[in-house]
Nanobody, 119 residues
């Protein structure tokens, strides 16, 4: 089993910054993808950013140039640095961990952390 513990959400004014962290524990596999997704009120969950175990990254167009994802493999932790936040970034942010083991990909989610950006 895998546990994901998120932290760093909160309330910030437009133009501000926040840094989210997600620490994974339990069954950690070397080959994996970690990332962040978000669900805004009344909308479906969407990808924000992902990072592979080789540090390759992918971002949603809406956050490119403003958000940066990184990871510390020694700590099994993924970070999301969010800059120039706007009200459109208000959402619950979920950490995701996808390990590859025994020929299959698995999928684990954190409990979510609220990010609220005031205008």
């Amino acid at each position: 089993q895998v546990q994901l513990v998120e932290s760093g959400g909160g309330l910030v004014q437009a133009g501000g910054s926040l840094r989210l962290s997600c620490a994974a524990s339990g069954s950690i596999f070397r080959l994996n993808v970690m990332g962040w997704y978000r669900r805004a009120p009344g909308k479906q969950r969407e990808l924000v950013a992902i990072i592979g175990s080789g540090d390759s990254t992918n971002y949603a167009e809406s956050v490119k140039g403003r958000f940066a994802i990184s990871r510390d493999n020694a700590k099994n932790t993924v970070y999301l640095q969010m800059n120039s936040l706007g009200p459109q970034d208000t959402a619950v942010y979920y950490c995701n961990y996808k390990p590859y083991a025994s020929g299959s990909w698995y999928d684990y989610w954190g409990q979510g952390t609220q990010v609220t950006v005031s205008s």
